[in-house]
Each structure stands twice: as structure tokens, then as C-alpha cells.
């Protein structure tokens, strides 16, 4: 059996959204003192475990809290229980173009998004020339980003993402952009990865991809895990239910 | 952070209970879900930086929530009690690059779309001097401040130095709110966001200072001399201030958005209870009380400084340095811990 790569460990998510009813003003003078909450358990005593090596997917309906989860592998949200281990250099591509500025040059967006994802100054600029070469933006690098198509906008992010050579990949709904032969580069980028033992977290509403790409799969609903179990299986059993529902 | 094992705070249960079902039925294979064991800390996962936390760093860490985020390896007691806020400082430090981009991305980004492009970091503090100068040195013509030293000089140096708090408050109190999607995808301290702020407006400020004496030396023959060496620590005290006050809103604007509507009235205000459109002497006949209140103005100290370094103004050197010392100490150490003991949560509500 190989090493763990994250161990969630009955990790509990709440949030404390302001309901937004009809304001009127006593209720806005009553906020001051109490904020009107209601508490939305967004995961509920979830566990999962995720080896290195492994290709790991989550299915769920919107709002399962799917994002939920990958926010707290990626520690920039503390869980109200629950404990999270994670061994490894993690890259989160929870969204693409973190700390990007589309007023600026590709080129700026790409030392600006790596620095996000904690690379150096100078371990960019060793790596520029790969980057851009694996996004084929030689000719867009300089042009502002905001001129950019949005899946050429997902290349540059996602080579970005790449390039900080992580052991451990985040990914939530970010490769159902850009086009057939990027998904084809990405998918054998993100192989290469696993058989060096990475580690992926794949979110995705595409079935068939986390069905063909995962080995393990989790299947949450309202925070709580349904299934867990192997990726076909899972699925299956999702979208059986899915399915069952609409009919 | 390769090969470390990293820990969150919280519930460390021996056992894991295997995943819950709602449906039991519903679950197809099982044999894939094996019971959960507690999980040894792989070999690499020891953390050696957790000896010896000691003397400051355990009282500074004592009032940080820092460590439940970035915390590495499985908590000793001692770390548990006083998490590391050595290691916020350098996870912060590690952040300096990233703070400088941030903040000239922003800067050039501003500009990035007009015609005169970068000209504007000239041409902005040229004509915040030309408006005041208009209004108040022409219009309402004040002639020598004390019968002794020009208007203009006087005028311009306040005014900066005034802008450089102002800015470092409006950028300061944005820095968490605009960057929601930095703050939901990476793990770093948040500290770096209010401290890019400072730095763009820090930038603007050093330009306008090269402003001022492109006037004042020709109109006024106002050149950088010795006297202007008094700049430097006057600089770096008001850095330290503003640093405070730029915490202070970022953290402050998180739960309560309401500020960032309320700085400009706030910061227009100040200005004009500051003895920077009038000299200090304007108060002159007024009743004690008045001079008590005004003398409470965090910036006199700092503007009595720029004053010495920049218009030769006599100044109690000692006074204005030891007040602006604890003024610039007070608000940085209210609003930097206030603002690290509040980060872990910060992610919640942006
Ligand atoms: N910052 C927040 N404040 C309040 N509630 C939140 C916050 N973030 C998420 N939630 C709530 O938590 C629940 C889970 O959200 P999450 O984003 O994890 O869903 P998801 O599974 O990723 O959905 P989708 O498929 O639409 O991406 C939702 O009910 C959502 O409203
Ligand atoms: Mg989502």
C-alpha cells in the first residue's frame, strides 16, 4: 500500500451566511447587535483518505460542497472539526488565473500568478520559457490578458499552475475549457504526474472523464459522502440516481 | 513544502470511523473502502523547526491564530499552546516578491489603459499640489506661514505627506475585500495583501517627493540638502504608522464593508482637522480645549517632521520624533496583531 497523500479526517464545514430576507428597518437596526444567521453545514464529518499516486474524484450535485472540501485540502479554509494532513507541495487550481490581472501583459500575468502560488522570482524565471511554451502563447505573451480568449486564458493559468511542479494537484472544474488538443496535453501532463506518485483531486460534473481519468471517487451530497468507492462504480451509482430523479 | 507533513488544529481522533453512509444499501463495493487507521506521520513528516520557541516570539505568538492554517508536522504541547509566529514572519518574508508584484501590478494596471500612461505617476501628485496650490494658496492667498516661510513649500509637503496615509488607508482597506479569489485558492499570510498596499502607495509617495523638489527648488530655492536627511527616519516611522492603519481597516472592512464607504469622508475630514492647508500657529487666541483636541492628531508629529526635513521649519526635534515613535509603535502592533489573530477566519466572509 502506498503513502497517504491527504487524510481528511471528520472534517466538518459551517457557514454562517447573513440571511438575506426583505430589509426593513428595525431588522437592519437589530443587525448591529445580533446578525440574523442560519447556520449552513456545508460538510458534514467527511473522511477520506487519498494516497499518492492516485487519481482521485468527487461527483456531487451543486452546491454538494464539493469546492468545499477542495478549499479545505488547500488550507485556505479552516474546518470547524476535524483534522486535515496534507504531504506534499500542493498546487490548487480551485480557479484559474489566481492573482492574475487581465489589465497586463501575459507575460506579467505569469510572474504575477507564480509568485501567487509561492514560486520565486527566480524559479519563474528559469521556468518562463516552458510555460509559455506548454500554453503556445509565444505570440499573445505580450499582449494584455484581458485580450486573451478565455481558453487561452485557461492555458496560461494552467501552465502557471503547473509550473510549480507539485506533488499534489487541486483541480475543481478547471479543464472543461480550452480546446481538444490542450485537454489531450493536460490529461498526459496530469499522467505523467500520477506515475511519478502524485496525487490529483479532480472535481467535475463531466461523468465520463471522472469515470475514465479517477480510481477512486467519492460521491458527496448536502456535505455528506454517499458513496466512496471506485470511480466507475461510483459514478454509476450517481448518475443511476441522478437519473431515477429526473425521470 | 514537500515531503512535510502538515496539520491543522482541531479534534485528533485515534480511530476514524469509515466514511458515512446515508444509504447503505446504496453502496456497491466495499472492499474499496477498507476501515480507516490512524495514520502514522510518515517518517518525513517530522517538523524541525518546532524547538525551542522562546521569550518574544512565544508572547508575540500567543495573541496569533496564524499556526492552525500553516502549521507543519503534528502539534507538541509547547506548539499547541504558543504556535509559531516565527514562522508567520517567515512565511511572510518568503511573500516579498510576491507583495512587490502585487502592488506595482496594481500600480501599472491603473494606468495601463490611459494615453499618458506612467506620465501619471508624475502628473498625479503635480496636480493634487496644483489644486491645493489654486484654492488655497492663490484664492484664499495666506502669504507667509509665520511671516517667514513661503506657502507653497509648506503647502505641497503636507499634502504629500497627508496623501501617502490617505492612500495607504484606501488601498489598505480594499486589500482583502478585492482579492476574495487569492484569498479562497491560496494559503499564505494575509499579512502580505495590507502590506502591498502599503507599498503601492508608498511608491507614489517617494514620486511625489521628487515632485515637490522639482517645484520648490526652482520657485522657491528649496534644494536637498543636509536638513532633508531628517527624511529617513521621518519616512520610516510614518511607513510603520501607516502600516498600522493599513491593518487596522483591512481587517476592520471584512465583517464590516460599510468602511470602505466611509474612509473618504473619514480621511477628508482629517485633512482639514490637520495643520496642513493652515500652519500650526492658525490656532493662535483659540481656548485651551481646542488646542488640547487638535494636539491629539496622530499626524502633527509626523508633519512637524516633514516640515524640518523639507522646509526648514524649526521643530522640538526630540518631542515630534518620541511622538511620532509611539504613535507609529501603538497603531502597527494594535492593527497587526489584530489582523493576524483574525486571518484564519478571514477566508469565510470574503
Ligand atoms: N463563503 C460561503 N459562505 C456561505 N456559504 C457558502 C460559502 N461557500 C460555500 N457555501 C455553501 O456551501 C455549500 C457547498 O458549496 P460548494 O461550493 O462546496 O458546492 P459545490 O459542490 O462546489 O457546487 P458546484 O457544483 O456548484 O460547484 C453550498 O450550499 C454553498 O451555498
Ligand atoms: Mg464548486
New interface residues.
Given amino acids: 500500500m502506498s503513502a497517504p497523500a491527504i487524510v481528511a479526517r471528520n472534517i466538518t464545514v459551517r457557514f454562517r451566511p447573513l440571511v438575506d430576507r426583505k430589509p426593513t428597518l428595525r431588522r437592519s437596526l437589530g443587525r448591529l447587535q445580533h446578525r440574523e444567521v442560519e447556520e449552513l453545514v456545508a460538510l458534514d464529518d467527511v473522511s477520506v483518505e487519498i494516497k499518492k499516486g492516485e487519481a482521485f474524484g468527487i461527483v456531487g450535485r451543486n452546491g454538494a460542497g464539493k469546492s468545499t472540501i477542495l478549499r479545505v485540502m488547500a488550507k485556505t479554509l479552516r474546518p470547524d472539526e476535524g483534522t486535515i494532513n496534507v504531504y506534499g507541495k500542493t498546487s490548487t487550481l480551485l480557479q484559474l488565473g489566481v492573482g492574475f490581472n487581465a489589465q497586463l501583459s501575459g507575460r506579467r500575468n505569469i510572474y504575477l500568478g507564480g509568485l501567487a502560488v509561492g514560486l520565486s522570482k527566480k524559479e519563474i524565471d528559469g521556468r518562463f520559457d516552458d510555460i509559455v511554451t506548454y500554453a503556445d502563447l509565444w505570440d499573445a505573451i505580450d499582449r494584455p490578458v484581458r485580450t486573451y480568449s478565455s481558453g487561452m486564458f485557461s492555458r496560461l493559468a494552467f501552465s502557471v499552475g503547473m509550473a510549480i511542479e507539485p506533488s499534489i494537484m487541486l483541480l475543481d472544474e478547471v479543464l472543461a475549457v480550452g480546446d481538444e488538443a490542450f485537454r489531450e496535453k493536460s490529461m498526459q501532463t496530469m499522467r505523467e504526474l500520477l506515475a511519478r506518485a502524485g496525487t490529483i483531486v479532480f472535481v467535475s460534473h463531466s461523468l465520463p472523464s471522472v469515470a475514465e481519468f479517477c480510481d477512486r471517487a467519492i460521491w458527496l451530497d448536502k456535505g455528506k459522502i454517499v458513496a466512496i468507492g471506485e470511480a466507475e462504480s461510483v459514478v454509476e451509482q450517481y448518475r443511476s440516481r441522478v437519473t431515477h430523479k429526473t425521470r | ?13 485515534n480511530l ?8 447503505a444499501g ?5 472492499g ?2 477498507r476501515p ?1 487507521l490512524a ?1 502514522p ?2 517518517s ?2 517530522r517538523d524541525k523547526r518546532s524547538v525551542s520557541d522562546t521569550g518574544l516570539w512565544r508572547c508575540l505568538s500567543a495573541v496569533s491564530s496564524y499556526t ?3 502549521m507543519s508536522a503534528p502539534p507538541s504541547t509547547v506548539r499547541r499552546l504558543f504556535p509559531a509566529s516565527r514562522n508567520y514572519i517567515r512565511d511572510l518574508w ?2 516579498r ?2 507583495a512587490w ?2 502592488a506595482m ?2 500600480l ?2 491603473r494606468n ?2 490611459t494615453t499618458l500612461g506612467l506620465m501619471w505617476w508624475v502628473l498625479n501628485p503635480l496636480l493634487l499640489g496644483a489644486v491645493y496650490w489654486l484654492v488655497f494658496g492663490l484664492l484664499f492667498d495666506r502669504g507667509q506661514v509665520d511671516n517667514e516661510f513661503d506657502f507653497l513649500p509648506f503647502l505641497l509637503s503636507g499634502i504629500f505627506a497627508f496623501f501617502f496615509t490617505q492612500q495607504s488607508m484606501t488601498a489598505g482597506v480594499n486589500s482583502i475585500t478585492s482579492n476574495a ?8 499570510p494575509r499579512l502580505a495583501l495590507p502590506l502591498s498596499a502599503l507599498l503601492e502607495s508608498f511608491v507614489g509617495f517617494v514620486t511625489s517627493i521628487g515632485v515637490y523638489f522639482l517645484i520648490v527648488g526652482p520657485v522657491n530655492g528649496i534644494w536637498p540638502g543636509v536638513q532633508t536627511l531628517w527624511l529617513f527616519p521621518t519616512i520610516l516611522l510614518h511607513l510603520i504608522f501607516n502600516f498600522g492603519l493599513a491593518t487596522l481597516v483591512a481587517r476592520i472592512a471584512v465583517p464590516f464593508r460599510d468602511l470602505n464607504n466611509l474612509v473618504p469622508y473619514f480621511t477628508r475630514l482629517w485633512l482639514y482637522l490637520s495643520p496642513i492647508l493652515y500652519p500650526p500657529s492658525f490656532l493662535e487666541g483659540q481656548p485651551a480645549w481646542v488646542h488640547f483636541t487638535m494636539g491629539l492628531n496622530p499626524l502633527n508629529p509626523f508633519l512637524a517632521l516633514y516640515r524640518h526635513a523639507m522646509v526648514g521649519m524649526p521643530v522640538d526635534l526630540g518631542g515630534a520624533l518620541l511622538g511620532a515613535s509611539a504613535w507609529a509603535v501603538a497603531i502597527a502592533v494594535v492593527g497587526g496583531f489584530w489582523f493576524v489573530k483574525y486571518e ?2 478571514m ?2 466572509y470574503v
Fill in positions: 513544502m514537500s515531503g512535510r507533513g502538515d496539520c491543522m488544529a482541531g479534534r485528533n481522533p476514524i470511523p469509515s466514511a458515512k453512509r446515508d444509504a446504496s453502496l456497491g463495493r466495499r474499496q473502502d480507516y495514520i506521520t510518515p518525513g513528516g492552525p492554517l500553516a518568503a511573500r516578491e510576491f508584484y502585487l501590478g496594481n501599472k494596471a495601463a489603459t479569489k487569492l484569498l479562497a485558492n491560496i494559503s499564505f484564519g477566519r477566508a469565510r
